[in-house]
T-cell receptor, first 114, second 113 residues
Framework: AQTVTQSQPEMSVQEAETVTLSCTYDTSESDYYLFWYKQPPSRQMILVIRQEAYKQQNATENRFSVNFQKAAKSFSLKISDSQLGDAAMYFCAPHTNSGYALNFGKGTSLLVTP | DTGVSQDPRHKITKRGQNVTFRCDPISEHNRLYWYRQTLGQGPEFLTYFQNEAQLEKSRLLSDRFSAERPKGSFSTLEIQRTEQGDSAMYLC???????????FGSGTRLTVV
């Protein structure tokens, strides 16, 4: 079974600043995908960014980017120019080709202050 | 297509009653997943369908839980003889082939009193 560790239960960032959320995972497979999901309070979970493990280039989606270190099994999310609407729970989730389900970490609660 | 729909949004039931939840996935997605999420935790996988076939079930899914996806379209999750520990948010998600990520519904919040 895969394990996913998000070591930061809570993080805080000021508006317009940059914050990095960490995630480490454990898998014996070489080909897999990694996802970050955002879950605002009382709202549905939405996909923020995805990374294919075979790609060395880090994925970027507007203000969101990842730092993928395959050897270290690390997949951190960087949010630049933070906005109040970024406040949410963020979940890291790897997905291997041999398994059907996404395995979620326990999440990091991000607070954005004015 | 308006995304993944779940019904009802909220359900309060007495302990021992049966409940059934419905999920309508994105029409072109052949994969459908059920997850359970309790407060302050990440979603926990319950079961997975590819078309109408239930291909994986978590050990979390006791024999009181059953899921179906007739005709490979909508899915239902039934919980029989509900217990207070079943209180949680039940999330449905759908996806096309692997690697593209899931689209989640808004969830059904179950409260067992």
């Amino acid at each position: 079974a895969q394990t996913v560790t998000q070591s930061q239960p809570e993080m805080s960032v000021q508006e317009a600043e940059t914050v990095t959320l960490s995630c480490t995972y454990d898998t014996s497979e070489s080909d897999y995908y990694l996802f970050w999901y955002k879950q605002p309070p009382s709202r549905q979970m939405i996909l923020v960014i995805r990374q294919e493990a075979y790609k060395q280039q880090n994925a970027t989606e507007n203000r969101f980017s990842v730092n993928f270190q395959k050897a270290a099994k690390s997949f951190s999310l960087k949010i630049s120019d933070s906005q109040l609407g970024d406040a949410a729970m963020y979940f890291c989730a790897p997905h291997t080709n041999s398994g059907y389900a996404l395995n979620f970490g326990k999440g990091t609660s991000l607070l954005v202050t004015p | 297509d308006t995304g993944v729909s779940q019904d009802p949004r909220h359900k309060i039931t007495k302990r021992g009653q049966n409940v059934t939840f419905r999920c309508d996935p994105i029409s072109e997605h052949n994969r459908l997943y059920w997850y359970r999420q309790t407060l302050g935790q990440g979603p926990e996988f319950l079961t997975y369908f590819q078309n109408e076939a239930q291909l994986e079930k978590s050990r979390l899914l006791s024999d009181r839980f059953s899921a179906e996806r007739p005709k490979g379209s909508f899915s239902t999750l039934e919980i029989q003889r509900t217990e207070q520990g079943d209180s949680a948010m039940y999330l449905c998600a759908s996806s096309p082939p692997a690697g593209t990520g899931y689209t989640f519904g808004s969830g059904t919040r179950l409260t067992v009193v």
